[in-house]
Each structure stands twice: as structure tokens, then as C-alpha cells.
């Protein structure tokens, strides 16, 4: 199979449904050589089974493509670490991580227990973090060693990270975590040949049914704007060589659209030359927010 990602190795994690499972065909079918990596948990994390990971695989060659599938728990510094291995060993080289894995359990903030948000912060911050932690180590090796290296990071934030969404506060504050460590990565890691972008999708998934029910489900526009597959062009573009110049931005991919974040700026300032007296603050304060934008609705509100 041809096409812009010929020749590339990608990492897809959570690939075995949803809009992980849209990414690793579409990565295939521009020619990457995929690691489809998927627990095969329920919506909310509990249970587990390859069969999800195995039928994309074996989907990806009968297309004529080529893919091996994993089972390693993203959040398992040991366990990814291997997944890197075996994904160089097994395949060659590595190319692509895109971080996609993750579950929920909403809850309004007032009703969050510990175990919920900590399950939720671990799947996706800690999950980000593992898989590019490792290879960042390989891309970094192979600098060290005079090699040229051409590589992404592709992470999955959300409107609900950039936004806010009332009733998942764990998911949000995770989705803003890695939305923040997409412009560290960026910064972080060019001097290796290594970008790094975050997409925030939007598409009919198990976790957005369930947040948003019939919400998700109409199709317009002709075609079915909430198709996960819609997602990946843009995913697979950059996992592509020609994405190079592009780095340390947030991305919203929905149906056919693509909107740049623009993330937070220092808009309105005021600077008195010295310390404030507390009393004076309130009417500096009200200036400021007459000249500032107005804020973004939160999800649910």
C-alpha cells in the first residue's frame, strides 16, 4: 500500500475501536506499517481482551498492509517500554506515536471519588506520557548516533481539555494536561527531528454517547459528520514527512473541518510600578475584563 506515510512505522494506542481503530486503517492505508495497541476494556476501563486489537490487524492485511498488534497497558512504564522494543524489533523502526487510549468516569466534580479521578488522570496523562517518554528515548539515541530522524507525537486532547465539560472534570483536567505537554514536548524535543501536536476530535465514540447521546448521532452536511473516521486524514497527515514545520499546536478535527487552537495569551495587562494596595484591585480588575474577551461557554452549560 502507497500513499503519504510509505515507509513509516506508527504506534496507535487504543486503536482497537473507535477513533483509534479509524487511525491505524487510515495510517495503513497511506502505507505506515501500524502497532495496533488496545486493552479491549469496556467503556470505563474494567475488563480487557485482544480480540478488538486482533481484528484490526488482521483487517489492515487483508488490505495488504502490515500491522502487529499489543496489548500493553499505556500506563505501565515497563510495559510500553517493551511496546517501543517490540515495535523496533519487529517492524524496524519507529516513526509515529499517536497517543489515543483512554476511558471515563464521569461524575459531577462534588461526586468524584479518588479512585475515579486517579483511573482517569493515570489512562490518559500517564498514558501519554509512557509510550513518548520512550521513544523520545529511541529518537534521541538515534540523533546521538548520527542518524536522521523524521518523527511525530500525536496526542489527544479534547474541547472538553481546552473548554472545560461540566460532569467530567478528571477527563478534562487529564485532556488540559496533555494539551500543555504537547508544547513542552514541542519545544522539547525539535532538536531531535521530533514534532509534536495535540487533536482535539470531535466524533461519535462509546465516551461521546455517552456524554452526549442522540447528540452524536444525526448525520448532515451528506455524510455522517460524526464518522471517527474523519479524524484520521488530519492524524495521518501528521504522522506524515510533509507535517514537518508543524509543531506545539492543538488541533479541533469535526467532519470535514480543522480549527487551530489559539491558546492562552496575555491580553490585557496593567502595571502600576509598585506593589497594589488590595483595596485598589477590584477596579483594576473590572477595567481588565471590559477590554478582554469574553469567555468560552464550558460544555454543558
Known amino acids: ?162 473548554l472545560g465539560s461540566v460532569g467530567q472534570s478528571s477527563y478534562s483536567a487529564a485532556k488540559a494536561g496533555i494539551a500543555t505537554l504537547t508544547l513542552v514536548q514541542a519545544a522539547e524535543l525539535r532538536r531531535y527531528g521530533v514534532t509534536a501536536n495535540a487533536i482535539c476530535p470531535i466524533a461519535r465514540t462509546r465516551m461521546t454517547e455517552g456524554a452526549f447521546g442522540d447528540a452524536m448521532k444525526a448525520p448532515e452536511r451528506g455524510f455522517d459528520v460524526n464518522d471517527p473516521a474523519n479524524v484520521s486524514p488530519f492524524v495521518a497527515w501528521l504522522a506524515s514527512s510533509e507535517s514537518a514545520e508543524v509543531t506545539g499546536r492543538v488541533w479541533e478535527v469535526f467532519g470535514g473541518t480543522i480549527t487551530a487552537f489559539d491558546g492562552y495569551r496575555r491580553e490585557q495587562t496593567v502595571d502600576i510600578g509598585e506593589r497594589w494596595n488590595a483595596a485598589d484591585i477590584g477596579e483594576a480588575v473590572a477595567n481588565l475584563l471590559a477590554k478582554a474577551q469574553p469567555l468560552v461557554k464550558v460544555y454543558g452549560t
Open 1 to 162: 500500500m502507497t500513499g503519504i506515510c510509505e515507509g513509516r512505522v506508527a504506534i496507535v494506542t487504543g486503536a482497537g475501536r473507535g477513533i483509534g481503530r479509524a487511525h491505524a486503517l487510515e495510517l495503513a492505508r497511506q502505507g505506515a506499517k501500524v502497532v495496533v495497541n488496545d486493552l479491549g476494556v469496556s467503556n470505563d476501563g474494567e475488563g480487557g481482551s485482544r480480540g478488538p486489537a486482533d481484528e484490526v490487524v488482521d483487517e489492515i492485511r487483508s488490505m495488504g498492509g502490515a500491522a502487529i498488534a499489543n496489548g500493553a497497558d499505556v500506563a505501565d512504564w515497563k510495559q510500553t517500554e517493551e511496546l517501543v522494543r517490540q515495535t523496533v524489533e519487529e517492524l524496524g523502526r519507529l516513526d509515529v506515536v499517536v497517543n489515543n487510549a483512554g476511558f471515563v468516569r464521569d461524575r459531577m466534580f462534588v461526586s468524584c471519588s479518588e479512585e475515579e479521578w486517579d483511573a482517569v488522570i493515570r489512562v490518559h496523562l500517564k498514558g501519554h506520557f509512557c509510550i513518548s517518554r520512550h521513544a523520545a528515548a529511541y529518537w534521541r539515541a538515534q540523533v546521538k548516533a548520527g542518524e536522521k530522524v523524521d518523527a511525530r507525537i500525536i496526542n489527544t486532547s479534547s474541547g472538553a481539555g481546552v
